[in-house]
């Protein structure tokens, strides 16, 4: 399977004295679930921020060879896409945010349509087409979370979806319709998704979604064998 995202020798510090995370080194190949996991404050998020380009580290990551900056960083953020825990925090609304993806290069021609897609997806895990008007910030967790989870999907350029708690503020229904979505999304051929990094504090969805199971700690990552039914 081809070698999607290579992280070497990474390291993070929160400031001068203190680091995060250091030494981690794996792959995300074709195909992989990878299910992080560590404990709160391990530095989950701030490695998904850093493999998004949206953190400083030290060492290097590569995405099909080539860094952020050599790929181009807006082409880049579309081909590896963050999709983080509270949206709220994202300026203007929904629509704004499509439309600030469009304007990326590559992107202009299908703004339309990745919008309209976008927006049927959030339509069937129950998110009406108006709240795509309505302000990051006076959406619900789980409105905002499954609305920032539609657009990355209905955009169809990511290849590796880096997936924070996407489902934290959803209920078990919602969370059941989402993963069966995104699961299906990595299986298609139409759909252009490779891969999936996936943060969850949740056994049993990372039993259900994963493929390989990372945990991560101060002094670096491990590995960790399939998860035996409880
Ligand atoms: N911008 C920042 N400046 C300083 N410290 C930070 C910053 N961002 C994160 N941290 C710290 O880095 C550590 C890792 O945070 P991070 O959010 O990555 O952890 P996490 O494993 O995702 O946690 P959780 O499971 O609770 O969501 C925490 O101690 C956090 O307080």
Redesign the pocket.
Known sequence: MAKLIEVCNVACK??KKHV?FSQLNFDVNERDIIVLQ?K???????LLKCIAHLNVYDGEILYRGGTAKAHGVPVFRTRVFYVPQRPALLPGTPRDFMATVASFQSRKLNSESDLANAMDISKGWGVDHELWDRNWTSLSGGEAQRIALAAAVGLNTAEVLLLDEPTSALDHHSTKLVEEFILNALRSPQNGLKAIVW?T?SEEQARRVGTRFLRISTSGCEEEPLMPEP
């Not at 709160?40 to 701030?46: D, E, Q, R, V, Y």
Request: positive net charge; aromatic residues 0%; charged residues 25%.
């Open positions: 929160k400031d995060i560590g709160s404050g391990a530095g989950k998020t701030t943060i504090h």
